[in-house]
């Protein structure tokens, strides 16, 4: 079965720190970039983070840059997302997803980010 399922999502306090998974399995993880996507209540899809098939580079927006880091293990099919000095405004569902060549866009199901105090 193709499929992304992420998960580590919940509550953390602005200033606190949460990691992000992304699992994969039924497709060829290792040959695609992939991306983490958030979407905040009443906003749109924002990218956020993206990574090269072989993780050799990464590109963040301008929103997480120098807070968030991306990262892959193409052995574990796995993908993170290291999220610190976290704000208010991080509070979003975070998707992972991929563009497979034969079937298109892979989405996961998302996990809530909530930063409240």
């Known amino acids: 079965q193709v499929q992304l399922v992420e998960s580590g999502g919940g509550l953390v306090h602005p200033g606190g720190s949460l990691t992000l998974s992304c699992a994969a399995s039924?497709?060829?993880?290792?040959?695609?970039?992939l991306r983490w996507y958030r979407q905040a209540p009443g906003k749109e899809l924002e990218l956020v983070a993206s990574i090269t098939s072989t993780g050799s580079s990464t590109n963040y927006a301008d929103s997480v840059e120098g807070r968030f880091a991306i990262s892959r293990d193409n052995a574990k099919n796995t993908l993170w997302l290291q999220m610190n000095s976290m704000k208010p405004e991080d509070t979003a569902v975070y998707y992972c997803?991929?563009?497979?060549?034969?079937?298109?866009?892979?989405w996961g199901q998302g996990t809530q980010v909530t930063v409240s105090s």
């Open positions: 039924g497709f060829p993880f290792s040959r695609y970039e």
């Open positions: 997803m991929t563009m497979s060549t034969f079937h298109g866009q892979i």
